[in-house]
């Protein structure tokens, strides 16, 4: 198959020796750490519920709250365009972006626990400001707060779940972080759902709950063990080795524990990993992982409509109540859609979720931007029979994206980088992930507004592209240990060259 440059078993150099078996132990740590997914799920769900209720409105952004009460039982897709709303969003992700390089020298030099604690203080700060807000600002300083936590612990948590798990289940480990974020999601669209009918500080309890998922990880992480990988990293061989024989249950790590210590000495050997991540034969990883599949991930469109769902299910003519209720909906299909993909993503493999994913998510759009514009836009209110159509192909597109490029935009970056370059290689995904995060939320709002159903047609070209992308240059991951991935690039036809050429010319 073009692109797939699968390295079996046999032409790996340790793996057939590995052991493991699951300890409670293990599964502590990991349902921990994945426990930083719902601080960014939490906040993506609340954030668009808020920024949908009167009372929040009324407080902060009154000619929004006029503009929506002029247009209530109404379709119109110019109710909720203004920028300062939206910087409210988008400003917790252009603080993320910015705090991940700091995140990347805490992780290499103190740890991915150490990065994920400061997470959970900078998130429970955050959240504190935001419910007490009494001006714009305030609400923009504590968000930026949430944008370093948010910063810090996308940064740590995916590594720490990679490394921590067995090759042969990593995929299902890892996206226990996507299953959180979704968990977030679904929750915050509940509490919303709640919090609208409590006037007028609904909102407030909204966003202070954000508060108990920090607290949650912070206590958490008082107690969890350092990845065995960054302990040998940090030249803490016998730590090390005792904590990778307890997560694997087994003494028997010789092979896997040869194989940190190899990778350890060569990221020692690097002073400046962003540098090195530059180098030709880190190409691979430096299109794929670093810059690929965190920007495609969000040009899916579909963080555009977790964060304004309500707001689009409004400006549907839905009306409030059953605007949460719509979007909650929609984070359940997301939930489900991580149950789907941890059950199934290390047997089929991820190059497979990517591409059937894909194609179903294109058709979904043009069914969406089809329907929007022949229905929608007039000034009259929607059709009871087209609204519902819309939410059941919207929560379509959620099932599809929820198995394929919400998680495994998280779990590929997280698995493909060599341990010199892992930390640096992991901020610049979340950077690169948070600047497109930020940039859709910003623009996607004056983008409905202007393009009108035109948006939803140029999401569904964007993931024709990127479907192409993951065809011909993704090798397939699954089951291949962390610290051995380097070898798929040296037997991929296209990479080979890139890979091959600097190690015969060093």
């Known amino acids: 198959m073009a692109g797939g440059g699968f390295v079996e078993a046999g032409q790996l150099k340790r793996a057939h020796l590995y052991e493991y078996r699951i300890t409670g132990y293990f599964v502590f740590a990991c349902i921990v750490a994945a426990l930083g997914g719902s601080l960014f799920g939490y906040d993506l769900g609340v954030s668009g519920g808020v920024t949908s209720m009167d009372d929040f409105l009324k407080e902060f952004f009154p000619k929004v709250y006029r503009r929506k009460q002029a247009h209530l039982n109404e379709t119109d897709y110019c109710k909720y365009d203004n920028q300062i709303l939206t910087l409210f969003t988008s400003s917790l992700y252009f603080a993320g972006l910015v705090s991940t390089f700091a995140a990347s020298h805490v992780t290499r030099r103190k740890g991915r626990r150490a990065s994920i604690i400061v997470g959970s203080i900078s998130f429970f700060l955050g959240a504190v400001l935001n419910a007490a807000a009494v001006n714009i600002w305030m609400l923009i300083i504590g968000r930026i707060f ?10 740590a948590v995916p590594l720490y779940l990679s490394e921590m798990a067995p090759a042969k289940i990593r995929g299902a480990v890892n996206q226990l972080f996507q299953l959180t974020t979704c968990l977030g999601i679904l929750i915050a669209n509940l509490i919303n759902y709640g919090t609208e009918k409590i006037h007028p500080w609904g909102w407030r309890l909204s966003l202070g709950l954000a508060t108990v998922p920090a607290v949650l990880m912070f206590v958490g992480g008082l107690f969890l063990p350092e990845t065995p990988n960054s302990l040998v990293e940090q030249g803490r061989m016998d730590e090390g080795r005792k904590v990778l024989e307890k997560v694997r249950g087994t003494k028997n790590v010789d092979a896997e524990f040869e194989d940190l210590i190899e990778a350890s000495e060569a990221a020692r050997a690097i ?29 899916t469109g579909m963080n555009s409509i977790l964060f304004y769902a309500p707001v689009i299910f409004q400006s549907l003519g839905f009306g409030a109540g059953a605007s949460l209720y719509s979007s909650a909906l929609t984070s359940s299909a997301l939930v489900i859609a991580a149950l789907i993909s941890m059950a199934f993503v290390d047997k089929f493999g991820r190059r497979a979720f990517f ?37 059941i192909i919207i929560c379509l597109f959620v099932l599809a994206y929820g198995r394929s490029w919400g998680p495994l935009g998280w779990l590929v970056p997280s698995e493909i980088f060599p341990l010199e370059t892992r930390s640096a290689g992991q901020s610049m995904v979340v950077c690169v992930n948070l600047f497109f995060t930020a940039l859709i939320a910003q623009c996607f709002l004056a983008s409905l507004c202007h393009l009108k159903y035109g948006i939803f047609l140029l999401f569904a070209g964007l993931i024709m592209i990127m479907s192409g992308f993951i065809f011909f240059l993704l090798p397939e991951t699954k089951q291949v240990p962390i610290e051995e991935v380097y070898l798929l690039w040296q037997n991929h036809r296209f990479w080979k060259k890139y890979v091959v050429d600097e190690h015969s010319s060093t």
Do not use: S
């Open 146 to 155: 949430l944008g370093c936590g948010i910063g810090f612990g996308n940064q």
């Open 271 to 299: 002073k400046d990993p962003f540098r090195n991540l530059l180098r030709r034969k880190n190409r691979p990883q430096l299109v794929i992982g670093a810059l690929g599949i965190p920007a495609f991930q969000q040009l």
């Open 355 to 391: 591409l059937e994913a894909g194609t179903e998510m294109i058709c979904y759009l043009v069914a969406v931007a089809i329907t929007l514009a022949l229905k929608f836009g007039q000034g009259v209110e929607l059709p009871k029979g087209i609204g519902v159509f819309l939410v």
